[in-house]
T-cell receptor, first 112, second 114 residues
Framework: DAKTTQPNSMESNEEEPVHLPCNHS???????IHWYRQLPSQGPEYVIH???SNVNNRMASLAIAEDRKSSTLILHRATLRDAAVYYCIRRNYGGSQGNLIFGKGTKLSVKP | NAGVTQTPKFQVLKTGQSMTLQCAQDMNHNSMYWYRQDPGMGLRLIYY???????DKGEVPNGYNVSRLNKREFSLRLESAAPSQTSVYFC?????????????FGSGTRLTVV
């Protein structure tokens, strides 16, 4: 049970920003939000993670709602290489919940 | 800059045959994992090793065994392959199972059981 809800698919135009939503309405106070992406025929790749504050790195930004029941992965300028399946994952401290549990993710298509 | 290396990349087995999937990481990570991914699905955890000398079952361990040979290597064995085990298998590693650390995945082994 991935315990997150994402749209099955989204489309974007090249060089435009992309906002990928994730709902995690039952999140607990110690759950982190992790994002991974999987390019075609490759293993998943870590993108970003956060707890409460918005986070930025070279790949993307993560905006977490104030009530933490949802978050948005932001790709500032989509390229064709960003076409992938994006997974939003909750991770808790320790025990079996410390493992990555993948849902089906959002398949992002990028049009030239 | 190898990261996580999986061998073989492709394999076809007959039902009932056995084989071992190999995984090695060169990042000095403590934790290693085996996942499987069926078409159109997310990844499911088979087994994991939180640290050298320990292994634990994940979500779908039936039909598999694992060995954490040393800190670098974590192998997955299919004793008697079945068509239901046709899948893409991914190995991953992380510095620890703690939530602060991301996973690094290999490029996968595509296994077909006929």
């Amino acid at each position: 049970d991935a315990k997150t809800t994402q749209p099955n698919s989204m489309e974007s135009n090249e060089e435009e920003p992309v906002h990928l939503p994730c709902n995690h309405s039952t999140i607990s106070g110690t759950d982190y939000i992790h994002w991974y992406r999987q390019l075609p025929s490759q293993g998943p790749e870590y993108v970003i993670h956060g707890l409460t504050s918005n986070v930025n790195n070279r790949m993307a930004s993560l905006a977490i709602a104030e009530d933490r029941k949802s978050s948005t992965l932001i790709l500032h300028r989509a390229t064709l290489r960003d076409a992938a399946v994006y997974y939003c994952i909750r991770r808790n401290y320790g025990g079996s919940q410390g493992n990555l549990i993948f849902g089906k993710g959002t398949k992002l298509s990028v049009k030239p | 800059n190898a990261g996580v290396t999986q061998t073989p990349k492709f394999q076809v087995l007959k039902t009932g045959q056995s084989m071992t999937l190999q995984c090695a990481q060169d990042m000095n990570h403590n934790s290693m994992y085996w996942y499987r991914q069926d078409p159109g699905m997310g990844l499911r955890l088979i087994y994991y090793s939180a640290s050298e000398g320990t292994t634990d079952k994940g979500e779908v361990p039936n039909g598999y065994n694992v060995s954490r040979l040393n800190k670098r290597e974590f192998s997955l064995r299919l004793e008697s392959a079945a068509p239901s085990q046709t899948s893409v298998y991914f190995c991953a590693s992380s510095e620890a199972r703690d939530v602060f650390y991301g996973y690094t995945f290999g490029s996968g082994t595509r296994l077909t059981v006929v």
